[in-house]
């Protein structure tokens, strides 16, 4: 069902790597045009570079999605290079794990403001063009510990918690404005998530679990790809997704 993906002004944050590099190759070879946010600019560069040298459209823009105005700008330049905005993908995001006991307090902070405020701050970018076209697509990334909450993760959990009924109260507001709402709750997935955990013992039985059984990171391209395809009379408003032999 790709008809419905190309030409569509896709933003994506988080870019750079991951789920996020990997959902910006697989909608530029369908034909969509991109707006890659990240701070790594090195890496961003890199991947436009692929994308365009492939006949494909993207551009770059540093951006650190706990800056509203960076969030704004980055949105601001898809619209003033492909003249509208389609599809936000908020996929930035941090999980650095640790028992509450440690009191990492500023690990708490970063995570609230990545996991909620950037995505909060995605939706404030785009929901004025998105009103103004009365058309756009909104989807936001929570995760299977949105769904449960794990000992050890209560405030990464918390904020994916947050990201799910953030997405269901956006989905509610929008309809008059012909806007889609998607929030995709992955599981294991091959990525440099895992890489935030501080604490030793809780990030090596982390990423060892996650290097057995994680799926890669183009299956989150292809659950994006799904939802953003569908008819626009189509609003496919959760998705969960885990390796099949993942048991949490």
């Not at 459209?57 to 980055?74: I, N, R, S, W």
């Not at 389609?86 to 999980?95: E, K, R, T």
Request: hydrophobic share 40%; proline share 4%.
């Amino acid at each position: 069902m790709t008809d419905n993906i190309t030409g569509k002004v896709i933003v994506i944050t988080g870019g750079s790597s991951g789920m996020g590099e990997a959902t910006a190759r697989d909608l530029a070879a369908k034909g969509a045009k991109l707006a890659l946010g990240a701070r790594r600019k090195d890496r961003l560069d890199s991947i436009v570079k692929d994308i365009t040298d492939a006949g494909g459209e993207a551009v770059a823009v540093e951006t650190d999605v706990t800056k509203l105005d960076d969030v704004q700008a980055l949105v601001a330049k898809a619209k003033d290079t492909f003249g509208r905005v389609d599809v936000i993908f908020n996929n930035a995001g941090l999980m650095p794990l640790s028992p509450l006991e440690s009191l990492k307090i500023d690990e708490w902070d970063q995570m609230i403001d990545v996991n909620v405020k950037g995505t909060l701050y995605g939706i404030a970018a785009v929901l004025p063009i998105f009103k103004e076209q009365k058309s756009g697509h909104v989807i936001n990334v929570s995760s299977v510990y949105g769904h449960i909450t794990v000992a050890s993760g209560a405030v990464y959990c918390a904020t994916k918690h947050a990201v799910r009924s953030l997405s269901e109260g956006l989905r509610q507001e929008v309809k008059d404005y012909n806007v889609r709402v998607t929030v995709i709750s992955p599981g294991a997935v091959d990525t440099e998530l895992t890489q935030h955990i501080t604490e030793p013992e809780l990030g090596d039985n982390v990423r060892d679990f996650v290097k057995h059984i994680a799926v890669p990171a183009s299956t989150m391209a292809d659950m994006v790809s799904f939802a953003v395809s569908q008819p626009e009379n189509v609003d496919v408003n959760e998705i969960l997704f885990r390796p099949t032999v993942q048991p949490v």
